[in-house]
C-alpha cells in the first residue's frame, strides 16, 4: 500500500526558511513532485523529481529559492525552502506518480495518484 506523509510545515517570518520531507511508504522508484494550495486559489506545481536521473522540474515560483532533494535510503523526499514570501503561504502536498510517462508534464496534478495528507506553510510579513 503507496502511502506518503509530510511534515515540516510551520509559520514563519518572511525572508525565513523551512524545509519539509515526505516519507514515502510502499514503494522506492517513482516521479514525485511537491504541489501547493492556497486558500481559493488552483493547486500548483512547485518542483519535481524524476528518479531515473534524477533531473529536477521547478515551477517558476520556486526557481532559486527551492530545493527538492531524495533520501533513497530513507525513502524521503525533501523540500527545502528559503527566502520565503508571504505569498507563499499554502498547503503544501507531496506526490507520487508511477507511470512510465512520469517525466512528461511533471508538474501536472492530473497525473499523480498517490497523495500525502499535507503539511501547512505560513511565511508572514
Known amino acids: 500500500q503507496v502511502q506518503l506523509v509530510e511534515s515540516g510545515g510551520g509559520s514563519v517570518q518572511a525572508g525565513g526558511s523551512l524545509k519539509l520531507s515526505c516519507v514515502a511508504y510502499?514503494?522506492?522508484?517513482?516521479?514525485m513532485a511537491w504541489f501547493r494550495q492556497a486558500p481559493g486559489k488552483e493547486r500548483e506545481g512547485v518542483v519535481g523529481?524524476?528518479?531515473?536521473?534524477?533531473?529536477?522540474f521547478y515551477g517558476d515560483s520556486a526557481k532559486g529559492r527551492f530545493t527538492i532533494s531524495q533520501d533513497n535510503a530513507k525513502n524521503t523526499l525533501y523540500l527545502q525552502m528559503n527566502s520565503l514570501k508571504p505569498e507563499d503561504t499554502a498547503m503544501y502536498y507531496c506526490?507520487?506518480?508511477?507511470?512510465?510517462?512520469?517525466?512528461?508534464?511533471?508538474?501536472?496534478?492530473?497525473?499523480?495518484?498517490?497523495w500525502g495528507q499535507g503539511t501547512q506553510v505560513t511565511v508572514s510579513s
Open positions: 510502499g514503494y522506492s522508484s517513482a516521479c
Open positions: 523529481i524524476y528518479p531515473g536521473d534524477g533531473s529536477t
Open positions: 506526490a507520487a506518480d508511477f507511470s512510465l510517462s512520469c517525466r512528461l508534464d511533471i508538474l501536472k496534478d492530473q497525473k499523480y495518484k498517490y
